[in-house]
């Protein structure tokens, strides 16, 4: 059964950056039939698509955040990562690794999350 | 951007009755491709739905999608304990994928 699991830093101070792996098992990584996700939750708010990266590479980012946001994948391990640079007090979240599978129509719903987490922004 | 509008903002039932969620969004949703989410407190969202109407694997059959263009429903026939919890819905068909505030089910 597939799993993924979030690692990174709980603190990151101001205008610094972000930084997020996610490890994928069970499953692989360099499969067609999937894009790779990273997904936030504010405390006690809703949830935001951040971005999705292919096998291959490539990259599609929230345009309210794709100037600080960047993605890149690993496949001989197993994952992929999530940067987010000049952060600020509103970046702070739960952050959720996602993968996104192919429907039969070949669009992509969110069928795996990680557990998630907690990214705090304070100096 | 598709914004989805959830309504209502909380829903107060009981157990055992049943609980009839809305999204609507702001255009049409390209091929229906929308999903439904369950999230329990402490807890990742769990996906239900996709495609308005497919329920996913191990998804008892109280769950049930319907809908199409910019109005869609989640049904829980019967809400068990487990399903007093946020709901929300996500579009999947047009980038930048965007999800709805969400609705909460309450215990009456």
């Known amino acids: 059964q597939l799993q993924l699991q979030e690692s990174g830093p709980g603190l990151v101070k101001p205008s610094e950056t972000l930084s997020l792996i996610c490890s994928v098992s069970?499953?692989?990584?360099?499969?067609?039939?999937?894009?790779w996700d990273w997904i936030r939750q504010p405390p006690g708010k809703g949830l935001e698509w951040i971005g999705s990266i292919y096998y291959s590479g490539n990259t599609y980012y929230n345009p309210s955040l794709t100037s600080r946001v960047t993605m890149s994948i690993d496949t001989s391990k197993s994952q992929f990562s999530l940067r987010l640079s000049s952060v600020t007090a509103a970046d702070t979240a739960l952050y959720y690794c996602v993968r996104r599978t192919e429907d039969t129509h070949h669009h992509h719903y969110m069928d795996v999350w990680g557990k998630g987490t907690k990214v705090a922004v304070s100096s | 951007e598709i914004v989805l509008t959830q309504s209502p903002g909380t829903l107060s039932l009981s157990p055992g009755e049943r609980a009839t969620l809305s999204c609507r969004a702001s255009q049409s949703v390209s091929g229906n491709y929308l999903a439904w989410y369950r999230q329990k407190p402490a807890q990742a969202p769990r996906l239900l739905i996709y495609?308005?109407?497919s329920r996913a694997t191990g998804i008892p059959d109280r769950f049930s999608g319907s809908g199409s263009g910019t109005d869609f429903t989640l049904t829980i026939s019967r809400l068990e304990p487990e399903d007093f919890a946020v709901y929300y819905c996500?579009?999947?068909?047009?980038?930048?994928?965007?999800f709805g505030g969400g609705t909460k089910v309450e215990v009456k």
């Open positions: 069970g499953g692989s990584i360099s499969t067609s039939c999937c894009y």
């Open positions: 996500q579009q999947y068909g047009a980038l930048p994928l965007t």
């Open positions: 495609g308005a109407s």
